[in-house]
């Protein structure tokens, strides 16, 4: 059995961050009023009061959901990851 060996013996091995700021964003944009862009994000709880919200006020609150689809989207990959995935910011 041969050993797999790193390309350099000093590189670091890279942490692949799994980015969902596209898909995030367009289901913002499309489903917002439904919040599923915040349960893809795993806010579980921001996205029920999400759908609640849009139920209550018959889609109204959908506007929520479609602004930060395209907030999402206008961020940096890194910037998004940083605040949404690390940072864990659930609104806006």
């Given amino acids: 059995m041969e050993e797999t060996k790193p390309e350099s013996w000093n ?10 700021k596209v898909l995030a964003g367009v289901l913002g944009i499309i489903f917002g009023y439904l919040g599923i ?13 999400q759908l ?7 889609g109204i609150a959908g506007i929520i959901g479609f602004v930060e689809g395209i907030i999402y989207l206008t961020k940096s990959d890194e910037d998004f990851y940083q ?6 910011k659930g609104w806006f």
């Fill in 11 to 20: 590189t670091p091995p890279t942490v692949r961050q799994e980015n969902k």
């Fill in 37 to 49: 862009h915040k349960f893809v994000l795993g806010y579980t709880q921001e996205g029920i009061i």
């Fill in 52 to 58: 609640v919200l849009s139920i209550v006020t018959c």
């Fill in 83 to 88: 605040t949404y995935q690390v940072g864990k």
